[in-house]
């Protein structure tokens, strides 16, 4: 995808989640081979300030287009996350199993979150429709999975 339509998609999204005149975001693209993320974003949530980060070389996603709306998407939610993870630290000390799970139940819920809404903004008003599947297809078939199980006596 060229780097204008990557821009364009970006001035769209914004648009559409209502970022446009409540966040300077700035678009960076990303073109290193060492950079193993699809997309990220720094934040200075202060200064209502953000970079997102979008890998060009795109090594996890077929629709660049779906990585930018996740992305905006934790920058939409992004009060939301830091008012529970705040809760968490106050409330659970760092390190421990209690902590650990929590924490770790909490970010697992943000990302399938994140990626529901994404998927519903995408189909209601994405031009590239299209999910990608590139994190599926690395994963084990149900069968595989099953044949673990009875390996370790699950099964029964």
């Not at 193993?36 to 200075?44: E, S, Y």
Request: glycine residues 4%; hydrophobic residues 35%.
């Amino acid at each position: 995808m060229k780097k204008e339509e990557i821009k364009a998609i970006f001035k769209y999204w914004k648009n559409i989640l209502r970022l446009e005149n409540n966040w300077e975001i700035k678009l960076e693209l990303i073109n290193d081979s060492k950079y193993n993320k699809t997309g990220d974003f720094k934040v200075d949530p202060d200064d209502k300030k953000a970079i997102l980060l979008i890998n060009e070389l795109n090594p996890h996603s077929q629709n660049l287009e779906e990585v930018i709306v996740h992305e905006l998407m934790h920058l939409k939610l992004y009060p939301l996350d830091q008012v529970t993870e705040g809760l968490i630290e106050s409330h659970y000390k760092k390190g421990t199993s209690k902590h650990n799970f929590v924490y770790s139940q909490f970010m697992l819920t943000l990302e399938q979150t994140v990626e529901e809404l994404t998927k519903c903004f995408l189909i209601a008003f994405g031009r590239n429709k299209n999910l990608s599947y590139g994190r599926v297809k690395s994963n084990l078939s149900f069968n595989d999975l099953y044949k673990g199980l009875k390996i370790y006596g699950y099964d029964k």
